[in-house]
């Protein structure tokens, strides 16, 4: 689906704001995870220093909401 600056699709009316963020995340979940050495835009995790794709990113993301959201249980 190619989309033009003001985020309309070839198809239809403007994306809703929700519509635009899913589409977003599918792009970032389904890069390449040697776009690091090639350049480009990629989720990563840090301090082990990996790039995330598919089912890898969406359980990162999933933990990392879910530790927000627990209180910490060091304090």
Known sequence: MTKSHDDKTPEGPALTPDQRDAERYRWLRERDVDTIYMGGVFVGKTP????LNGIDCDAAVDAARIAEQQPDAGE
């Not at 082990?48 to 790039?51: A, I, M, Q, T």
């Open 48 to 51: 082990e220093n990996l790039v």
